[in-house]
């Protein structure tokens, strides 16, 4: 069966990553959450003491890095490696979150991370999540949905998250977090986020995760047997 590219994009804390997993399981494909590897550059960045501003550092730090993901057999989700160290919990800090869009707007560092991701989809059969996946990194996905939600319930979504993980964070705090990333995130220069023209928009602010899944599914299953699909497979 043709092996798809399948691009999600859209704000945080939508339940893209939840969802873009999902997916990636129920198809038996390889799942990138670009999104942590932005984080992981943050978090680089932040530990060596390299401001963001600083431009020959930043090109430096790109040259030196590693990021990789390997799946966790215990929970089988991916986890984010730098240098060879899992850091998974580590980049989902709200000091990361405060900082991750600044860097993502530095035309280096989207260019860097746009072409690893390309490498990793190259053969297909893979679910990416991020911001500019259906726009930039894969133009030519055969699915591409773009995910919004209320702001309010995407920060209780997100307070829930570091709830859980011990880092309690006032519900403004992350209302402010969030706008400020969608308003960085949709007025940079370099691959901004915006909905693709061919992207199917979803709503996430009143679905549940498995309706969300079962929302992309229905997408993937329309181009897998679509009569250009089943011509192309002779």
């Known amino acids: 069966m043709k092996q798809l590219v399948i691009a999600i994009d859209g704000y945080s804390s939508c339940g893209k990553s939840t969802t873009a997993k999902a997916v990636a399981a129920a198809l038996h494909y390889a799942y990138v959450d670009t999104g942590a590897m932005y984080r992981a550059v943050t978090l ?6 390299i401001p963001f501003d600083d ?15 390997r799946r966790n057999r215990r929970t089988g989700r991916n986890e984010v490696f730098l240098d060879g160290v899992n850091r998974e919990d580590d980049i989902r800090q709200m000091v990361i979150s405060n900082s991750v869009s600044e860097v993502s707007v530095i035309p280096m560092v989207r260019h860097a991370m746009v072409a690893q991701q390309q490498r990793m989809g190259r053969k297909r059969g893979v679910v990416m999540d991020g911001r500019d996946i259906g726009t930039t990194v894969f133009p030519d996905a055969e699915v591409k949905v773009f995910m919004t ?18 880092e309690i964070v006032p519900l403004d705090d992350i209302i402010e977090n969030l706008r ?3 308003h960085l995130d949709s007025t940079r220069a370099e691959s901004p986020l915006r909905r693709a023209a061919d992207a ?35």
């Open 44 to 49: 680089y960045l932040l530990e060596h003491h």
């Open 55 to 69: 431009l020959a550092g930043v090109e430096q730090a790109l040259h030196t890095l590693q990021i990789s993901f």
């Open 149 to 166: 939600a209320d702001v309010v319930v995407r920060a209780q979504r997100r307070e829930a998250e570091l709830a859980e993980k011990g």
């Open 180 to 182: 400020k990333r969608d």
């Open 200 to 234: 199917v928009l979803l709503d996430t602010t009143h679905l549940v995760i498995d309706e969300q899944v079962d929302f992309v599914l229905e997408r993937v299953s329309a181009a897998l047997f679509a009569p250009e699909a089943q011509q192309a497979r002779g």
